[in-house]
């Protein structure tokens, strides 16, 4: 049982580039999630979903993109990196409101 | 505005002692209050959870202590190991109100010395 998989584990971009940050989860969750943890930020989050089909923005949504087309993948697209999304990224999943969320291992992202 | 604040940022304690951590929230629609521990280089894990309807809740040596009226929640660590060295996160969520997906507080760094 893999539980919730991001990729790349790290990642350089330059200014300007264009990345894709994959996330799946093979629990049959409905809920999906992407944060961002900066020190002394805790984890904040940029966008989630309840559903197949259905997103919505979180606390910190510009400059990224996401879908949700299957219950299984929710990727969040960076349109134009910036120095300000250097981060670590966690994608977290359960399977609704007051449950358990189970994160991924994180996506170590800098951007030069 | 910060939903969910928690102090304190740090905390150093030795071998066998009880830190406690204290986070207090807004939105009175918030009814499910998780901990979460992470390990530097791991994603955050559930801990131990509370809901509104009971005061305290304890699962080994975490103890969970809710106040409603207060709208504040603390964990406290009983006899704490090296190995509870971690950050700690609490959270907040609630099945209404556009509260859905959990809000975190901003973490606890816990070193705990042998």
């Known amino acids: 049982n893999a539980g919730v998989t991001q990729t790349p584990k790290f990642q350089v971009l330059k200014t300007g580039q264009s990345m894709t940050l994959q996330c799946a989860q093979d629990?049959?969750?409905?809920?999906m999630s992407w944060y961002r943890q900066d020190p002394g930020m805790g984890l904040r989050l940029i966008h989630y979903?309840?559903?197949?089909?259905?997103?919505d923005q979180g606390e910190v949504p510009n400059g990224y993109n996401v879908s949700r087309s299957t219950t299984e993948d929710f990727p969040l697209r960076l349109l134009s990196a910036a120095p300000s999304q250097t981060s670590v990224y966690f994608c977290a999943s359960s399977w609704g409101s007051n449950t358990e969320a189970f994160f991924g291992q994180g996506t170590r992202l800098t951007v030069v | 505005q910060q939903q969910v604040k928690q102090s304190p940022q740090s905390l150093i304690v030795q071998k066998g002692g009880i830190p406690i951590i204290n986070c207090a929230y807004e939105n009175t629609a918030f009814d499910y209050f998780p901990w979460y521990q992470q390990f530097p280089g791991k994603g955050p894990a559930l801990l131990i959870a509370?809901?509104?309807?009971?005061s305290e809740k304890k699962e080994g040596r975490f103890t969970i202590s809710f106040n409603k009226s207060a709208k504040q929640f603390s964990l406290h660590i009983m006899d704490s190991q090296p190995g509870d060295s971690a950050t700690y996160f609490c959270?907040?969520?609630?099945?209404?109100?556009?509260?859905?997906?959990?809000?975190f507080g901003r973490g606890t760094s816990l070193i705990v010395h042998p």
């Open positions: 509370i809901r509104p309807d009971v």
């Open positions: 959270a907040a969520s609630g099945a209404s109100g556009g509260s859905y997906i959990p809000t």
């Open positions: 629990m049959n969750h409905e809920y």
């Open positions: 979903s309840v559903g197949a089909g259905i997103t």
